[in-house]
T-cell receptor, first 111, second 113 residues
Framework: QKEVEQNSGPLSVPEGAIASLNCTYS??????FFWYRQYSGKSPELIMF????GDKEDGRFTAQLNKASQYVSLLIRDSQPSDSATYLC???????????FGSGTRLSIRP | DVKVTQSSRYLVKRTGEKVFLECVQD?????MFWYRQDPGLGLRLIYF???????EKGDIPEGYSVSREKKERFSLILESASTNQTSMYLC????????????FGNGTRLTVT
């Protein structure tokens, strides 16, 4: 079992709709959770981080964390073509020594 | 804004060459990391450092070494480059707190022929 799992996609969402990206992790003691966006040929850029159970909103983005289910998600409201990218979920494990990345979900927003 | 600068955007090297990839950050971050990214495999941690002259192996350290002589600079060394080290290499830094996010450089695409 991979430590951090994401559906590779591609996930295709119509413009203006809500895109929902999901991530599960295996280390129950994981402490911190991050979402990065990566455009093709570019390096990852941080979108959001979340540490506590529940929702955290920032503009069109909402991160949701459920530690009991070992599940973290990212919702993108009013999806725009510029949101088309690969989204990486990253988790800081219980050892707190390093951040583990999922392999990413490719999101495509169709006009 | 945090700036993480990688010395080269593209590099082409021959098999057996010794290769140096340089990374500098300007935010006085304690932690620095080297990842490689390959299609279908995601980001894999090679080495990381939590302090000057300190280093720890990540998940795939074989064939690599690192050097951190100054806080702002973290170098990745390929002792004898091989074709399976052709990849995108990403340097990142973060503050000393354990839950700080990573800030990435622009990456170096290395091709070994």
């Amino acid at each position: 079992q991979k430590e951090v799992e994401q559906n590779s996609g591609p996930l295709s969402v119509p413009e203006g709709a809500i895109a929902s990206l999901n991530c599960t992790y295996s280390d129950r003691g994981s402490q911190s959770f991050f979402w990065y966006r990566q455009y093709s040929g570019k390096s990852p850029e941080l979108i959001m981080f979340i540490y506590s159970n529940g929702d955290k909103e920032d503009g069109r983005f909402t991160a949701q964390l459920n530690k009991a289910s070992q599940y973290v998600s990212l919702l993108i409201r009013d999806s725009q073509p510029s949101d088309s990218a690969t989204y990486l979920c990253a988790v800081l494990g219980s050892s707190a020594s390093k951040i583990i990345f999922g392999s990413g979900t490719r999101l495509s927003i169709r006009p | 804004d945090v700036k993480v600068t990688q010395s080269s955007r593209y590099l082409v090297k021959r098999t057996g060459e010794k290769v140096f990839l340089e990374c500098v950050q300007d935010m006085d971050h304690e932690n620095m990391f080297w990842y490689r990214q390959d299609p279908g495999l995601g980001l894999r941690l090679i080495y990381f450092s939590y302090d000057v002259k300190m280093k720890e192996k990540g998940d795939i350290p074989e064939g690599y070494s690192v050097s951190r002589e100054k806080k702002e600079r973290f170098s990745l060394i390929l002792e004898s480059a091989s074709t399976n080290q052709t990849s995108m290499y990403l340097c990142a830094s973060s503050q000393g707190t354990h839950n700080s996010p990573l800030h990435f450089g622009n990456g170096t695409r290395l091709t070994v022929t």
